[in-house]
């Protein structure tokens, strides 16, 4: 079973940067789909970005293209989500997740909270 622990996120004011962290129990993400989610009070759950498994394509949602940056470190099984000009709709518990096939077959982590407010 691999486990995925998230770490980085807090309270930042409005256009802050924050950097999220999530770290997989196994040496899995230079052959998975990983990826980055966020979900909101009273919103369903969005892929924010992701990093392809086969030809390592990212994809960012266009509610944060330009400001955050997808990344990963193969050998430490760590991967990253930079956070750049936070907006208070940034705002959510936010989950990595590692699948083979699709995200409702995911590995996922337990949720790092962000919240931007002044």
């Known amino acids: 079973q691999v486990q995925l622990v998230e770490s980085g996120g807090g309270l930042v004011q409005p256009g802050g940067s924050l950097r999220l962290a999530c770290a997989a129990s196994?040496?899995?993400?230079?052959?998975?789909?990983v990826g980055w989610h966020r979900q909101a009070p009273g919103k369903q759950r969005e892929l924010v970005a992701a990093?392809?498994?086969?030809?390592?394509?990212?994809y960012y949602a266009d509610s944060v293209e330009g400001r955050f940056t997808i990344s990963k470190d193969n050998a430490e099984n760590t991967l990253f989500l930079q956070m750049n000009s936070l907006q208070p709709e940034d705002t959510a518990l936010y989950y990595c997740?590692?699948?083979?096939?699709?995200?409702?077959?995911?590995?996922w982590g337990q949720g790092t909270q962000v919240t931007v407010s002044s």
């Open positions: 196994q040496n899995i993400f230079s052959i998975y789909t």
């Open positions: 990093i392809g498994s086969h030809r390592g394509t990212v």
């Open positions: 997740a590692a699948t083979r096939t699709t995200w409702r077959e995911a590995y």
